[in-house]
């Protein structure tokens, strides 16, 4: 697709949605890779994969207790116990009418056997059990293909990998898998004020905040951050530093893509030759958003402030990373949820605002200061509210609000 921008024309301000179809089709997913179970939690699979064998393996005990004939059970009378049958080994018992099979939690289930009683439900004398509890054919015997049949799919290309995912894949034996390629990552943090944590501050200068938030979020969406660097508003100092930063798979740029006099980014893609294809998104908080693009490499230059900072990683950056990673498309927004409203909330501009929160027993609160530098009430937040422009909401309504954790 043509850049939204061209030449030295100013690009105007363009909607959430239009930037982010731009940026959607401007990134590819990343060639697959196979890598140990181990290693692929909150990775994507890379295709669709079927049961190779079905589950349970056999058909096994899901008690301690006595494999029996259920229909020659009868209250208070006694069976012969013929054998033990432990989980591990299959000895190839038989049991008859009369008679059971001692058992163990994953015991194979004796042929001839319908039913198991739990060792609860029995007293033992000897080599006979007395049986204190109604015999059902079927129960507490786990069937072989009972929970999922050989050949049906497990997973799907694109799917989020999770724990109790790797632990399905564990039980069909499958030692590696194949998931989306490896985003490589770089930030760049810019600003003559700032000092790096750990620093003591001199009169005028803040802490640097915006590099361990953007790579906690990078490692959020499962990217392992390559390289962070911070640099001075120096023009000869970005040109190097993005030189540097478009190797990667992903740059983001952090601060300096305003319009102010020290806002040099912009000007700095263009001396390395990187393409700037949009710029100044109409969102709130996050306007000065950038993306651009040099050869493989996609660019994000996010405003300074950080509340911006985070807002426009999560609306941008993260769906394009998740895309490189070979998501599925309905992994790529922040998973949403219908709460009602604690409070009225208005927005008198007209960008849409992402309004921060907490959700507590399914109501929304809005959360300290909204405004773009306000890093308390964000700390607090764990939902956002996406207010359309000029519009209020009334206290008691419900409404659609996305989650952060
Ligand atoms: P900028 O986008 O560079 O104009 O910065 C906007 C605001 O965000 C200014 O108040 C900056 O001091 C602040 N800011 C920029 N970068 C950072 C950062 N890495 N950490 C904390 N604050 C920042
Ligand atoms: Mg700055």
Same mark, same amino acid.
């Given at each position: 697709m043509s850049a939204l921008v061209d030449g030295d024309t100013e690009p105007s301000v363009i909607t959430e949605e239009a930037a982010l179809a731009h940026i959607l089709k401007s990134v590819k997913s990343l060639s697959a890779r196979r890598v140990p179970l181990a290693q692929a939690l909150e990775e994507f699979a890379a295709r669709d994969i079927f049961a190779g064998? #079905? /589950?349970? @393996?056999f058909d096994n005990s899901a008690m301690d207790g006595y494999a029996v004939v259920a229909g020659s059970c009868r209250l208070g009378q006694s069976q012969r116990v013929i054998g033990e049958q432990p989980a591990g080994i299959d000895r190839k018992l038989r049991v008859g009418a009369g008679e059971a099979v001692r058992v163990f939690t994953g015991a194979p289930i004796p042929e001839g056997a319908d039913a198991v009683i739990m060792q609860e439900d029995v007293r033992r004398d000897d080599s006979k059990i007395f049986i204190n509890a109604q015999v059902e054919p079927g129960e507490f015997v786990r069937r072989r293909g009972s929970d999922l049949t050989e050949g049906q799919k497990i997973l799907s290309a694109g799917e989020r990998i999770r724990a109790q995912t790797l632990a399905l894949l564990a039980a069909q034996g499958l030692a590696e898998i194949d998931v989306g390629g490896e985003v490589r990552a770089a930030i760049i943090t810019t600003g003559d004020e700032l000092v790096q944590p750990g620093g003591s501050l001199g009169a005028g200068q803040i802490y640097e905040s915006n590099g361990i938030l953007v790579r906690a979020l990078f490692s959020k969406c499962g990217v392992s951050t390559a390289a962070v660097e911070h640099c001075a508003d120096n023009a000869q100092a970005i040109e190097a530093a993005l030189r540097r930063g478009v190797k990667h798979d992903v740059l983001v740029i952090v601060g300096g893509v305003s319009v102010g006099a020290r806002d040099l980014v912009k000007p700095a893609l263009a001396s390395v030759g990187a393409q700037t294809d /949009?710029?100044? @998104?109409?969102v709130k908080p996050g306007k000065p958003f950038l993306f651009g693009r040099a050869s493989q490499c996609a660019i994000f230059g996010l405003p300074g402030n950080p509340v911006s900072a985070f807002m426009t990683f999560l609306l941008f950056v993260r769906p394009a990373i998740l895309r490189m990673m070979? #998501?599925?498309?309905?992994?790529?927004s922040l998973p949403g949820y219908e709460a009602q409203l604690a409070e009225e909330v208005q927005n008198g501009s007209d960008r849409p605002h992402y309004v921060r929160g907490r959700l507590a027993e399914g109501k929304f609160t809005p959360v300290g200061r909204q405004e773009s530098h306000a890093l308390y009430g964000l700390s607090r937040a764990n939902a956002l509210l996406r207010v359309p422009p000029h519009e209020i909401f009334q206290d008691g309504h419900t409404v659609p609000i996305l989650l952060l954790d």
């Amino acid at each position: 697709m043509s850049a939204l921008v061209d030449g030295d024309t100013e690009p105007s301000v363009i909607t959430e949605e239009a930037a982010l179809a731009h940026i959607l089709k401007s990134v590819k997913s990343l060639s697959a890779r196979r890598v140990p179970l181990a290693q692929a939690l909150e990775e994507f699979a890379a295709r669709d994969i079927f049961a190779g064998i #079905a /589950l349970p @393996v056999f058909d096994n005990s899901a008690m301690d207790g006595y494999a029996v004939v259920a229909g020659s059970c009868r209250l208070g009378q006694s069976q012969r116990v013929i054998g033990e049958q432990p989980a591990g080994i299959d000895r190839k018992l038989r049991v008859g009418a009369g008679e059971a099979v001692r058992v163990f939690t994953g015991a194979p289930i004796p042929e001839g056997a319908d039913a198991v009683i739990m060792q609860e439900d029995v007293r033992r004398d000897d080599s006979k059990i007395f049986i204190n509890a109604q015999v059902e054919p079927g129960e507490f015997v786990r069937r072989r293909g009972s929970d999922l049949t050989e050949g049906q799919k497990i997973l799907s290309a694109g799917e989020r990998i999770r724990a109790q995912t790797l632990a399905l894949l564990a039980a069909q034996g499958l030692a590696e898998i194949d998931v989306g390629g490896e985003v490589r990552a770089a930030i760049i943090t810019t600003g003559d004020e700032l000092v790096q944590p750990g620093g003591s501050l001199g009169a005028g200068q803040i802490y640097e905040s915006n590099g361990i938030l953007v790579r906690a979020l990078f490692s959020k969406c499962g990217v392992s951050t390559a390289a962070v660097e911070h640099c001075a508003d120096n023009a000869q100092a970005i040109e190097a530093a993005l030189r540097r930063g478009v190797k990667h798979d992903v740059l983001v740029i952090v601060g300096g893509v305003s319009v102010g006099a020290r806002d040099l980014v912009k000007p700095a893609l263009a001396s390395v030759g990187a393409q700037t294809d /949009l710029w100044r @998104v109409s969102v709130k908080p996050g306007k000065p958003f950038l993306f651009g693009r040099a050869s493989q490499c996609a660019i994000f230059g996010l405003p300074g402030n950080p509340v911006s900072a985070f807002m426009t990683f999560l609306l941008f950056v993260r769906p394009a990373i998740l895309r490189m990673m070979g #998501a599925d498309e309905n992994e790529l927004s922040l998973p949403g949820y219908e709460a009602q409203l604690a409070e009225e909330v208005q927005n008198g501009s007209d960008r849409p605002h992402y309004v921060r929160g907490r959700l507590a027993e399914g109501k929304f609160t809005p959360v300290g200061r909204q405004e773009s530098h306000a890093l308390y009430g964000l700390s607090r937040a764990n939902a956002l509210l996406r207010v359309p422009p000029h519009e209020i909401f009334q206290d008691g309504h419900t409404v659609p609000i996305l989650l952060l954790d």
